[in-house]
């Protein structure tokens, strides 16, 4: 498939998987209502995680299509020993990490999404998060013309 992590040595069994993810991703339903990934992108850092949603993101309709995550978003305080620990442990082992609320919200914001709502339950390590296509920004495009 010809994927490459610019700047990086990726051992070749990760290729694989990262390639087979890829591959299956490429299949995505253009226009469906939701597109749903569950403890995927919590085992890359964000230049990954983009490029394997990317496929997803261009597949989906505006006002129409949601993009459906359940992973662990860790509060800013008072985070659960349990989600830390996770964390560390991403970051150990494939140097990712969870992410914070915050972290979230950038991260779908780089790849063109706006997150709408994040379902999070006590004791539930796990949150669900509703992201839609974000509508593009009309001034943006005339800053250019100044």
Not at 63 to 70: L, N, W
Request: charged share 25%; net charge negative; with cysteine.
């Amino acid at each position: 498939m010809g994927w490459s992590y610019t700047g990086r040595h990726v051992p070749a069994e990760i290729q694989a998987t990262i390639e087979d993810a890829l591959e299956v991703l490429s299949l995505e339903e253009p226009g469906a209502r939701e597109y749903f990934m569950h403890s995927v992108l919590c085992d890359w850092p964000d230049d990954v995680c983009l490029t394997i949603v990317a496929r997803i993101f261009e597949a989906m309709k505006p006002r129409y299509s949601k993009f459906i995550v359940y992973e662990i978003v860790i509060p800013a305080t008072g985070a659960d020993c349990q989600a830390t620990a996770v964390d560390w442990m991403m970051m150990v082992m494939f140097s990712s990490s969870e992410r914070t609320e915050d972290d979230w919200l950038s991260f779908f914001e780089r790849g063109g999404l706006k997150v709408r709502n994040i379902w999070s339950m006590e004791n539930i390590l796990e949150s669900l998060i509703e992201c839609e296509l974000a509508a593009p920004d009309p001034y943006r495009s005339m800053s250019t013309c100044v």
